[in-house]
């Protein structure tokens, strides 16, 4: 079977491994063009790209697939290389380009999509984050056969995975990585015999990850402490939960909400430092305690707590800005 892979992050990379080592047919990668990236901001090849060329695969980096667009020749040499390699289907994940109908009707089999959640919950571009975030018990992986709508198409294969109480989005996003490269690989097994049964999308149950801005990030200290907590575990390592403390904006990196151990503070306000310990930073919210356990200053690296007051003063009664 002959498959053109469509995708960028490290995400498709680990999907992209795992086809190449189950010996399918690749004469094409997609992906997005090399960014700036790093302190010195010099071009930088997607993991994908890196990964293809390694194996001596073709690339090609569109910066646009619509025909009609400002793109419109950049489109047309990336159609011609899609038509010339005679692809079965197309795969894709975490691509970050929208396939118009051309792409999707150019293999034999279409496109399938390897999505990071249980559709149709979490249909959209940040699937991982907005399960940690809500507190799901579990997520998953849909490989889905791909139309023009937003992650509407009929289900092929879905397995489900546990997400961890202390998982956070780089955690959870290995573990998934993995899965959906083992279950792609097999898909287009069952593929290449007829095997694959299209499930319609349920009606019910729908919801979407919006894309994270960095304005999410901010820490709003009047919510409660679990809801911080997995937002803080959500926005790690992107775009990482902020907040100021007089002039500094640290980051937080790793926290939880803790038990409770006798009656609020009520004379504390959220976002006041309650206690400081080798343990963690116990942080008063609008319900509960948060104990921050890794930070991160300006200009300096994630650090333990128990590292991190060597060289920042912490004491109880400072208060984070809201």
């Known amino acids: 079977m002959r498959i053109i892979f469509a995708g960028t992050p490290e995400f498709a990379r680990v999907a992209l491994a795992h086809l190449h080592a189950a010996g399918f047919d690749i004469p094409l990668v997609l992906t997005q063009p090399d960014r700036p990236a790093g302190r010195g901001m010099k071009l930088q090849a997607s993991p994908v790209k890196q990964f293809a060329l390694e194996k001596n695969i073709a690339v090609a980096q569109p910066q646009g697939l619509r025909l009609d667009g400002k793109f419109a020749p ?3 040499a990336a159609r011609d290389a899609i038509a010339a390699a005679r692809a079965d289907v197309m795969v894709v994940a975490a691509y970050g380009l929208i396939l118009p109908q051309w792409v999707l009707d150019s293999a034999r089999l279409g496109c399938l999509n390897i999505h990071a959640s249980l559709l149709p919950r979490w249909r959209g571009a940040a699937p991982i984050h907005r ?6 018990a579990e997520t998953g992986i849909t490989v889905m056969q791909m139309d023009a709508g937003l992650d509407t198409g009929d289900m092929l294969l879905t397995e489900k995975l ?6 956070t989005t780089a955690s959870l996003h290995d573990r998934l990585a993995v899965l959906g490269g083992r279950l792609v690989v097999e898909a287009l097994e069952l593929a290449a015999c007829g095997g694959l049964k299209p499930v319609r999308q349920p009606d019910s149950g729908i919801t979407y990850a919006h894309k994270i801005e960095k304005h999410e990030a901010v820490i709003n200290w009047s919510q409660g402490a679990e809801a911080i907590a997995r937002r803080i575990r959500a926005f790690n390592p992107f775009p990482v939960a ?3 403390l ?6 937080f990196w790793t926290a939880s909400a803790l038990a409770s151990s006798g009656p609020p503070d009520d004379a504390a306000v959220p976002g006041q430092i309650l206690a400081v310990s080798d343990q963690g930073v116990d942080i008063a919210t609008g319900e509960g305690i948060l104990r921050a356990t890794r930070l991160q200053k300006p200009g300096g690296k994630p650090l333990a707590v128990a590292d991190f007051v060597r ?3 912490l004491k109880p ?5 809201k």
């Open 242 to 244: 902020v907040s100021a």
């Open 317 to 321: 009664g400072m208060i984070f800005s």
């Open 246 to 251: 007089g002039e500094s904006t640290l980051k």
């Open 74 to 76: 950049d489109a047309a």
């Open 311 to 313: 060289g920042f003063t």
């Open 162 to 167: 546990a997400i961890a109480p202390l998982d």
């Open 131 to 136: 399960a940690i975030e809500a507190g799901d």
